[in-house]
């Protein structure tokens, strides 16, 4: 059993309960998400938010069932927690919250009311858009207890007002259905129907958004607990023609089973592998386009090809997915096209658009087939990585190409366009082009060709070019990126400041960021470690939840990831914290023969204070390095996850 718990103290504290978000997915790319305090932050926080045709077209149906305690003297005692636009917390039922955990995954409250004490669990149906809610009367009583139906239903990233229409409710037996999309059903359901205005969500209105909304009352369920061990349940589910789900004790129970079997097959060796291993199960999904794919983040991301190829060895091959993940590297093979990886970007259109996607897919490939020795797949795969190489030899999309004077892989493209990870804009204009031949580009690069070259010994095939192909562009990467400065260049052969995209004079970018890790780390690094500048990269970026994007020293250093989107977005790589680039750097530190014990330290606490139980996207550059982004990230996990199994 896995357990994260939380006493009085935090659950008391609105500002540390509120803080605090739990997830529960149904592996479809849909979730149930909160805080500990009950507390809508966010507008994609939700008891059931559906996916549409792509993970990120989601859209928030329940938002909240809010439970009130009718004592048998006629007090009430309300035990939601709901924010307003007049800044009112209202009620303020997180005071009496006596313990939160999260145990196997599912988040468990604990209300004391007097004698009495109440308890909640939620789960989801594991493969399904539905959501259980049992409520157990753990002592005291007999009371009663009503349910508050919140609901809407829009788009994650909108907002629904009462100005528009009103939901359209259609009564069923012990309950309704709303807008066509979703039933919800338990004991004595009480229509009502009317708005509740001006729900207000803060962590949208630090984020520069609008932070408003207006939620329909669609009415309360009621029953009578009359002696400990009696439960209240609600079940809300998409409403589709699959049958009606199992009562809602029935999914909580299955939804443990499941998690505990998950946790297993990783064959965890700590607590906090444990929590890893099923953390990174919310990532894996099944969807309409693909048996399986990779949601990127929750709650605002859908499935991108650089974050899954990143994430595979960690979110597959660590956890006993080895066939599930067989599968995506086959579909996502389909996408090839001119030597490109699809970017399957939440637009929900096919593009075309990084460098380095491509590059890890070359990279997830080869750490499945050595790892778990599946030459079928190589053989199978072969013929079109090195259609890869072939297409960048020649040169495709954006001007990538090999450049034919060193062998190192360029990257242009035009002035609105960001290619490599580093890929924020503001106002359409990149904040890091990083046009040239960007560091992690060509070590990827060099270690894709060297891992070909590994493919084609195992599958029994010619290597043909590629052995030289490799030897060339290894020997290019140590003779031309060790700078100066005791580092290694950003980016080689970039524009030069004065002159336009493409001009004649060029440059060489010695900015001091983390994507040189990977020269350092990959299983075929083009160099071996200097442990001179393996220390001095650690003093200047190294930060508790990993390495910081750019050096405090550095001309345009942000060191707060806050703000409206255009601040966030310019601050994203230029200072900002990125808990997944903790891999690189203690595999490098590995390779060095340096300690990396206290590498893991701070991201081991961070499993208890941001996205319980998971690794955030990103944080803070500056001390205190509070967590931003996404709470839940795919590529965060499974670097941690991936690391501590060397």
């Known amino acids: 059993m896995i357990e994260i718990r939380f006493g009085p103290q935090v659950c008391g504290d609105l500002t540390s309960a509120a803080g605090r978000e739990w997830l529960v997915p149904d592996g479809l790319g849909g979730y149930a998400m909160g805080t500990v305090a009950g507390l809508r932050t966010r507008r994609y926080h939700g008891l059931l938010v559906v996916p549409g045709e792509t993970p990120a077209s989601r859209k928030v149906g329940l938002a909240s069932l809010d439970p009130a305690v009718i004592m048998p003297s006629g007090a009430r005692a309300r035990l939601g927690a709901h924010e307003w636009a007049s800044g009112d917390v209202d009620p303020r039922g997180f005071e009496l919250l006596e313990r939160f955990d999260l145990t196997d995954g599912l988040p468990r409250w604990r209300w004391r009311i007097g004698e009495v004490v109440l308890e909640r669990e939620l789960a989801m149906l594991p493969g399904r858009s539905c959501v259980a809610v049992v409520h157990r009367l753990v002592s005291g009583g007999p009371v009663e207890l009503e349910l508050a139906a919140a609901c809407t239903w829009r788009d994650a990233h909108g907002e629904r007002r009462a100005d528009g229409p009103p939901l359209r409710m259609e009564p069923v037996d012990g309950g309704a259905v709303l807008e066509g999309a979703y039933r919800l059903s338990g004991p004595g359901w009480t229509p009502q129907g009317h708005w509740w205005r001006g729900a207000y969500h803060r962590e949208e ?33 998409a409403h589709d023609p699959a049958p009606v789900p199992p009562p809602a004790p029935e999914v909580v129970a299955a939804a443990r089973r499941r998690n505990r079997t998950v946790v297993a097959a990783a064959k965890p060796a700590d607590d906090v592998e444990a929590t890893l291993a099923l953390a990174a199960d919310a990532f894996v999904v099944r969807t309409d386009q693909a048996p399986v794919d990779v949601v990127a983040g929750y709650p605002w991301f859908g499935a991108w090809s650089r974050d899954t190829m990143i994430s595979y060895e960690g979110l597959f091959l660590c956890t006993g997915r ?3 993940g067989r599968e995506l590297l086959r579909s996502y ?49 072969l013929p079109a990585l090195r259609g890869v190489v072939d297409a960048h030899l020649a040169g495709t999309r954006y001007g990538i190409a090999v450049d034919p004077a060193d062998g190192l892989l360029t990257q242009g493209g035009p002035p609105d366009v960001a290619l490599t990870w580093m890929d924020a804009r503001v106002y359409g204009v990149p904040v890091t082009p990083r046009v040239g031949k960007p560091v992690e580009v060509n070590a990827l690069w060099v270690s894709g060709l060297a891992g070909l070259v590994e ?24 003779d031309r990126f060790p700078a100066p400065t005791g580092w290694l260049y950003d980016v080689l052969d970039s524009p030069a400041p004065a002159y336009p995209l493409g001009g004649a004079a060029r440059h060489d970018d010695d900015l001091l960021r983390p994507n040189q890790l990977l020269a350092w780390s990959l299983p075929y690094a083009p160099l071996e470690p200097d442990e001179s500048a393996l220390r001095r990269v650690r003093a200047a970026l190294l930060t508790p939840l990993g390495p910081r994007s750019l050096s405090p020293d550095s001309p345009g250093f942000a060191g707060r990831h806050r703000g409206g989107p255009a601040d966030r977005d310019g601050a994203y790589h230029q200072g900002t914290v990125w808990p997944w680039l903790t891999g690189p750097l203690v595999d490098a530190h590995r390779r060095a023969g340096l300690p990396t014990e206290d590498l893991l330290v701070g991201l081991d606490g961070h499993l208890t204070e941001y996205g319980l139980g998971s690794v955030s996207e990103t944080a803070d550059g500056l001390a205190p390095h509070a967590a931003t982004g996404c709470p839940f990230q795919a590529w965060s996990v499974a670097e941690l996850l991936r690391v501590r199994r060397p």
Do not use: I
């Open 333 to 381: 093979a389909a996408t090839l096209s001119e030597g490109m990886l699809a970017n399957t970007a939440d637009t929900g259109r096919v593009e075309y658009n990084t460098v380095d996607g491509t590059l890890w897919f070359l990279h997830a490939v080869n750490r499945h087939v050595t790892r778990t020795a599946d030459t079928d797949l190589a053989d199978e795969l």
């Open 205 to 237: 209105a630090a984020r520069g958004l609008p932070a408003a909304e207006d939620l329909w009352y669609a009415g309360r369920f009621h029953d009578v607990l009359r002696r400990p061990g009696d439960t209240v349940s609600v079940l809300a589910w």
């Open 322 to 324: 080895a066939d599930l």
């Open 455 to 478: 493919l084609a010994g195992l599958t029994g095939r010619d290597a043909g070019e590629l052995p030289r192909l490799h030897d060339r562009a290894r020997a290019a990467f140590r």
